[in-house]
């Protein structure tokens, strides 16, 4: 004999056997916004990793440049020259930049002094460039090299002791008789 009893457990145990479409649906769901997470995650990721190496590049380009420009200054030829009459030291500077002779060439001109300026200038966009030129003495043009560009600020200072022994900074060099220290 049928039974209604026994007609409702089957309806019970037939659902227990799959899943329904509400089930599926909220399933779907969940898995794709895990994905959605992963793949920003992963995005994310890459971005910073790009970043970084980015700015490593240019810490390694600055330290580059930094070395370069100590390695000339370091080679600087102490040295006077005649300037309107007057027998002063080769060596020039104001904050956008300075004037020197050295024979560590960025060119490798080897056995000749080179007549080095680096200057601080403005770019289009309104970020700053660091500018080497090099000319062997009596040269009208030079070799030019833009070492540093997209900077937001640049300037230079010349250090020197005074005559109480304190050392100080200034950020122009218009002693005729002597090298800045650093």
């Known amino acids: 004999m049928f039974n209604a009893e026994d007609n409702r457990q089957s309806t019970i145990d037939n659902s227990k056997h799959g899943f329904t479409l509400i089930e599926l649906i909220i399933a779907i769901a969940i898995l794709s916004l895990v994905i959605v997470m992963l793949g920003g995650a992963m995005s994310l990721g890459i971005r910073s990793v790009e970043k970084g190496e980015r ?57 000749a002094f080179v007549e080095v300026s680096y200057s601080i200038r403005d770019d289009e966009d309104g970020t700053l460039r660091i500018i080497e030129v090099e000319r062997l003495t009596g040269e009208e043009e030079g070799l030019e090299t833009v070492l540093l560009e997209g ?14 022994g304190e050392g100080k900074w200034t950020d122009s060099w218009d002693k005729k008789d002597k090298f800045p220290e650093a």
């Open 55 to 111: 700015e490593v590049v240019e810490l390694e380009r600055l330290r580059s440049v930094i070395l370069t420009m100590d390695r000339q200054i370091q080679s600087l030829i102490p040295s006077t020259h005649d300037k309107d009459g007057e027998k002063v030291v080769w060596f020039e500077g104001d904050e956008k930049g300075c004037l020197f002779l050295t024979n560590a060439s960025l060119w490798g001109r080897k056995d």
């Open 151 to 164: 900077l937001e600020e640049a300037e230079f200072a010349y250090f020197f002791t005074d005559t109480d």
